[in-house]
């Protein structure tokens, strides 16, 4: 099984800052077809998690340029830059390279 | 617009089976590529993938639980089916659907949940 480690588990900082969160997996998520199937989520306080970034870099529908995604084969880093009170939540990636596999998130909160 | 909306029995006692229902609209599980997934939340914790189900039936599950979980879908009533047997309270959670669109691709509409506790 394909285990994800997210770090920092809890990341105080202040709105107008820069956030990095990291996710590390157990093996190579570079599936045969060559694409990389990692992807990002926010989730926020009473709400269903929503999709930030698919594949590595890609920012879903609707999604603000402060977010960004990169890495490649097992570790990953999303960016948030210029905090807003609309970030403030909890962040999971996801692989789907191998079955699927949740990290075990990274809050992010005010310092 | 893409919809998705959970349903479950509310309560229900250890050893019970959980019949979960995920009715959807603004998309069809009998489109090419299309999928369905289940997810759980315990409250405070994190996020644990339980299973995918396909356009074609094809169907997938998480190893750790496989042998208590069965997916399945009725296509024309645009739903979504996940059973889980023999619950205990570690079943305790928030169950989620959302929509799969092709294999890799991550779950990109989510239902609002719907809390499910096991309790004697």
């Known amino acids: 099984d394909v285990v994800m480690t997210q770090t920092p588990v809890s990341l105080p900082v202040s709105l107008g800052g820069q956030a990095s969160i990291s996710c590390r997996s157990s093996q190579s998520l570079v599936h045969s077809n060559g694409n990389t199937y990692l992807h990002w989520y926010l989730q926020k306080p009473g709400q269903s998690p929503q999709l930030l970034i698919y594949?590595?870099?890609n920012r879903f529908s609707g999604v603000p340029d402060r977010f960004s995604g990169s890495g490649s084969g097992t570790d990953f880093t999303l960016k948030i830059s210029r905090v807003e009170p609309e970030d403030l939540g909890d962040y999971y990636c996801l692989q789907s390279t191998h079955f699927r596999t949740f990290g075990g998130g990274t809050k992010l909160e005010l310092k | 617009q893409v919809t998705l909306k959970e349903s479950g029995p509310g309560i229900l006692q250890p050893s019970q089976t959980l019949s979960l229902t995920c009715t959807f609209s603004?998309?069809?599980?009998?489109?090419?590529?299309?999928?369905v997934g289940w997810i759980r939340q315990p409250s405070g914790k994190g996020l644990e993938w339980l299973a995918n189900i396909w356009w074609d039936d094809d169907k997938y599950y998480n190893p750790s639980l496989k042998n208590r979980l069965t997916i399945s879908k009725d296509t024309s009533n645009n739903q979504a089916f996940l059973k889980i047997t023999n619950v205990d309270t570690a079943d305790t959670a928030t169950y989620y659907c959302a929509r799969i669109v092709n294999y890799g691709t991550p779950f990109d509409y989510w239902g609002q949940g719907v809390m499910v506790t096991v309790s004697s």
């Open positions: 594949r590595v870099s």
């Open positions: 603004g998309f069809s599980l009998s489109t090419y590529g299309m999928g």
